[in-house]
């Protein structure tokens, strides 16, 4: 007798937190179609995509020059040794 109550017990439990799970499922498709006042109007049917394989015209020189890119080259090479000698020097 004592086994069937608590058998009882535990369907009760269990069709309860069913029956909750549903309630709150059924709601958060209501909920994910409400939208604030200040929102932006979305439009039902999907826009195009971005044109992924239009790509600009080739360049017929280099942005920079390959006297100007050595020398710049130069310069972060110079900053990177003083900064390395600099850190050695900190600790």
Do not use: N, W
């Amino acid at each position: 007798m004592l086994a069937l109550r608590d058998l009882q017990k535990s369907l009760l439990i269990c069709g309860a937190l069913l029956s909750v799970a549903f309630a709150l499922g059924g709601c958060s498709s209501q909920l994910a179609d409400m939208t604030p006042a200040d929102a932006q109007a979305h439009p039902r049917e999907p826009g195009s995509y971005l044109p992924v394989h239009d790509l600009p015209p080739d360049r017929d020189q280099a942005v920079i020059p390959p006297e100007q890119r050595a020398k710049i080259e130069a310069e972060l090479a110079a900053a990177r040794d003083r900064q390395a000698a600099a850190g050695k020097d900190a600790k």
